[in-house]
């Protein structure tokens, strides 16, 4: 079982800038992918970022040109990056990771970090 925790968010103005991290109990090198998702009140949780192992990396149309994920193999560490806030964006985060073993795809959560982004 894959741990993660969660660092960073928080409140800031729009235009703004924040930074999530995401430390794994395992070398995230095993891991197919990682990715954040965020989840704003009465909303469905939706895919922000993601980055498989490939470092190939995949965006949410909202977030694209602002948001940039980055993994640290080294660290075992995944981040993400976000300029330009909106209110928008105001959401709980959520880091995710995703195995595959023997046919079988596995997600683990983080706890969620909190973003709020003022007008």
């Known amino acids: 079982q894959v741990q993660l925790v969660e660092s960073g968010g928080g409140l800031v103005q729009a235009g703004g800038s924040l930074r999530l991290s995401c430390a794994a109990s395992e070398s995230i090198s095993s891991i197919n992918a990682m990715a954040w998702y965020r989840q704003a009140p009465g909303k469905e949780r939706e895919l922000v970022a993601q980055?498989?192992?490939?470092?190939?990396?995949n965006y949410a149309d909202s977030v694209k040109g602002r948001f940039t994920i980055s993994r640290d193999n080294a660290k075992n560490t995944v981040s993400l990056q976000m300029n330009n806030l909106k209110p928008e964006d105001t959401a709980v985060y959520y880091c995710?990771?995703?195995?595959?073993?023997?046919?079988?795809?596995?997600?683990?959560w983080g706890q969620g970090n909190q973003v709020t982004v003022s007008s």
């Open positions: 995710a990771a995703t195995l595959e073993r023997r046919g079988v795809t596995y997600t683990y």
């Open positions: 980055i498989p192992s490939d470092g190939s990396t």
